[in-house]
């Protein structure tokens, strides 16, 4: 049986994600299910950012929409943040994805099955 990965959300993540234009929704959707199938993601649209948070960077028009989200459990990610409008907010998107990330984990949401902050890749994982 293989398993799926899946996306859970940070409460605050979820309405900052409703709330981008139509354009940048539907473009970090894309690149998020992209992550969830294990599909390729180039290294300008997935960047590291160390203690296990990465952005998902979505550009369109002179517009750059991202997505800070950590690898939580085994087969999941969470997404903690949703950023747009990049040179005024980044500093302050950046800062509550982080703050948010260390409340997941010391609240305990990460599942005991998996590593928190590991890196993503390697293909489809199977159930021996």
Not at 36 to 51: A, N, Q, T, W, Y
Not at 57 to 70: D, G, T, V
Request: charged fraction near 35%; glycine fraction near 14%.
């Amino acid at each position: 049986m293989e398993f799926k990965r899946q996306w859970r959300f940070h409460p605050s993540a979820r309405s900052e994600l409703d709330g981008l234009p139509a354009n940048g929704k539907q473009g970090l959707a894309e690149l998020m299910g992209r992550l969830k199938r294990d599909d390729p993601i180039l290294p300008r649209e997935r960047v590291p950012l160390g203690d296990g948070l990465f952005a998902l960077k979505y550009s369109e028009a002179h517009n750059e929409f991202r997505c800070y989200y950590s690898h939580e459990g085994k087969y999941g990610q969470v997404l903690l943040g949703v950023g747009f409008d990049y040179k005024k907010t980044e500093k302050a998107d950046l800062a509550a994805a982080r703050q948010r990330l260390k409340k997941w984990r010391a609240d305990g949401k990460a599942s005991p099955k998996g590593g928190s902050g590991r890196s993503a890749g390697g293909g489809g994982r199977k159930r021996r």
